[in-house]
């Protein structure tokens, strides 16, 4: 009889064990039903438009371009040395199609002429249709004058009085190019050009020098 209890006791103390158990696992579950599951995440390496190009390894071939023609798949230094310039002075970065390339800055889009004469104003800007709104006044100061787009083989009035920073963000806020290539405009006399991560300018449109850099996609902060 003593045996038969020390079993029963046994037999209980199992099975308040178990159901124990059963209650703690379906409180874990709960706990985390809202978690990510490893099974739903991407595969392999994932990056951001906005973030910066991958570190580019020098020693792996790219697609090279000289005075505006494909040449090959060879190393940046080996590009370089196809263009006689410095491995610094290539636009180095990712085509439309994700393959590494290198050029010298513009070197696909040739500086056009300086407009004869400033075009007319374009019609005004409907914001409710996406158009280009010129960027708050009040966010910059310094000179003002008219800001030209080139575009279509013409160059195009997108707004009078403005300041060069507000032109920048006009022409190339939230625009990316590619390596190699660049976009064009205008502002008084001066020549700005958009090549990969920053935007130029130039008194002769000839000789560019920096004005800003983009920031994360491709943005055009305020010049100061």
């Known amino acids: 009889m003593k045996d038969q209890k020390r079993w ?117 800007p409907d914001p409710a249709q996406g158009a280009e709104v010129v960027p708050n006044t009040q966010a910059a100061a310094g000179p003002t004058a008219a800001c030209l787009r080139y575009s279509s083989n013409s160059w195009n009035r997108l707004a009078d009085n403005i300041t060069i920073g507000q032109c920048a963000i006009l022409l190339y806020d939230g625009r990316c190019v590619s390596p190699g290539q660049a976009s064009y405009g205008r502002w008084g006399g001066k020549t700005l050009r958009l090549v990969p991560k920053r935007v130029e300018q130039s008194d002769d449109n000839a000789t560019f020098r920096p004005l800003v850099d983009q920031g994360q996609g491709c943005s055009v902060p305020m010049v100061r």
């Open 8 to 124: 029963i006791a046994i037999g209980i103390g199992a099975t308040v064990a178990i159901v124990i158990g059963i209650i703690l696992a379906m409180g874990m579950s709960h706990g985390h039903k809202d978690d990510p599951k490893m099974n739903d995440q991407p595969t392999g390496l994932t990056f951001k438009v906005a973030d910066p190009t991958p570190t580019l390894d020098s020693k792996k071939p790219l697609r090279c371009y000289v005075s505006g023609a494909y040449v090959g798949d060879v190393t940046l230094a080996e590009c370089a040395k196809k263009n006689g310039v410095a491995a610094q002075q290539l636009d180095v970065g990712i085509d439309d199609n994700g393959n590494q390339v290198a050029a010298p800055t513009a070197s696909l889009v040739p500086v056009p002429g300086a407009p004869a004469s400033t075009p007319p104003t374009a019609a005004e």
